[in-house]
Nanobody, 124 residues
Framework: QVQLVESGGGLVQAGGSLRLSCAAS????????MGWFRQAPGKEREFVAG????????YYADSVKGRFTISRDNAKNTVYLQMNSLKPEDTAVYYC?????????????????WGKGTLVTVSS
């Protein structure tokens, strides 16, 4: 079993930045892929970014590429999402995701563990 706890959400103006953190516990964090998804009001949950077990490979949705950066610190069992140049359309609840394997899967059905989410609101 894996427990994921997100933090770092909040209210920010368009063009601003936020850094989300996800603290993981419960199993060998450093051997599995991790990711971030988001769900805006009235929309389905969607893939935002993913990172391999080593941090050597990262993956992004086209909508955030060049603005968001995912990283991980295996010594701290933590994964981060640095969000820059935020837009109102980035407003959503952001969820940390963990996989039971080393591959990043961009669909919600491929995720094995979810955090409870943290709200990011970007004002115009």
């Amino acid at each position: 079993q894996v427990q994921l706890v997100e933090s770092g959400g909040g209210l920010v103006q368009a063009g601003g930045s936020l850094r989300l953190s996800c603290a993981a516990s419960g199993r060998t964090f450093s051997s599995v892929a991790m990711g971030w998804f988001r769900q805006a009001p009235g929309k389905e949950r969607e893939f935002v970014a993913g990172i391999s077990w080593s941090g050597g490979s990262t993956y992004y949705a086209d909508s955030v590429k060049g603005r968001f950066t995912i990283s991980r610190d295996n010594a701290k069992n933590t994964v981060y999402l640095q969000m820059n140049s935020l837009k109102p359309e980035d407003t959503a609840v952001y969820y940390c995701a963990a996989y039971q394997h080393t591959m990043v899967i961009r669909t919600t059905g491929g995720v094995d563990y979810w955090g409870k989410g943290t709200l990011v609101t970007v004002s115009s």
